[in-house]
């Protein structure tokens, strides 16, 4: 479903889960039971609630991060979004180096 989604951004509401749903051979019935309840809602929002609280504001969201030498203190960086290799080894050695 994930896969099927994301090939299908533009197809996201209501009655098109239910269809994309059929099209992947699922069980709507239990799909349509699924969405239409608020089961899953209190979960969904602590997510929220917790991203919100360290400024989590895209998915993937990765923090990076060192102690100070008696790790009372974090230094740190946040990167939004996939990242290539070489982002995450430049923001990886900066913080190194401004450990010394």
């Known amino acids: 479903m994930h896969d099927h989604l ?3 951004q533009r197809e996201l509401a209501r009655p098109d889960l ?10 709507v ?4 039971k699924c969405l239409d309840t ?3 809602a209190p979960r969904i929002r602590k ?3 917790e991203a919100a609280k360290v400024q989590a504001t895209g998915t993937p969201t990765f923090f990076l991060g060192v102690t100070d030498s008696n790790g009372s203190e974090i230094k ?8 290539p290799y070489e982002s995450f080894k430049t923001a990886i050695e900066r913080l190194l180096t401004s450990q010394k």
Do not use: R, V
Request: no cysteine; net charge negative.
């Open 6 to 8: 994301f090939a299908n």
């Open 18 to 27: 239910s269809k994309h749903a059929q099209t992947l051979g699922l069980d």
């Open 29 to 32: 019935a239990a799909f349509d």
């Open 38 to 40: 608020d089961k899953s």
């Open 47 to 49: 997510d929220l609630a």
């Open 76 to 83: 740190g960086t946040k990167m939004i979004g996939a990242q």
